[in-house]
């Protein structure tokens, strides 16, 4: 009997106290996954017609926190397999040097509050047959989203860019004419 009181009398209320350890920790971190910022990359259509497609590459904080020292990088190897020419893979382009400014420290962007985005000129896409492409259409290249919130917390997040029209998500969409 003694046995049973002991266990009632110390073990119930450290069990009690491990779960409610256990629960708070628990919140702890689940809190701080929800409450901090949230950053991707896309490669998305500035403007588009029947002879080219003009892109911008644009991040964005989708979370609830700013996000600090946003650095995208990726390997330009398999940037320069997306291009339509190899021959434009030099500083003398202009859209080679901006497109490779966005994976360089000169592409830092320092503060991105939560719910914005910041954008820069990504190359374009002309129609098959035409010169003058940067992109091919429909190629892909990984990169890697590097940031920090405001207490300094790293966080990693690696994504795909693709290189296609965002207006319609499958390739189709209505315009609204202008009359």
Known sequence: MEIV???VKYGLPLTAFFVSLCSFLFAKWNWRESNRPI???MVRTTSGGSESIRFD?????SGN???????LTADL?????CLADQRQASVE???????????????????LLHGKEASNA??????????GAFWKYGSRFPVAVQYSDLTGRKFTSKQ?????DTTGFAGGFWRVGTQ
């Open 77 to 81: 190897e398999d940037v320069k397999a």
């Open 5 to 7: 009181e002991e266990v």
């Open 65 to 71: 926190r700013p996000a600090t020292a946003i650095r």
């Open 93 to 111: 382009t202009v859209h080679w040097r901006d497109s490779v400014a966005c994976f360089s420290e000169a592409g830092e962007i320092p503060l």
């Open 39 to 41: 950053v991707a990359a």
């Open 122 to 131: 990504f190359g374009l896409t002309k129609a098959a047959g035409t010169a």
């Open 160 to 164: 795909v860019l693709v290189i296609s």
């Open 57 to 61: 590459l644009v991040v964005i904080n």
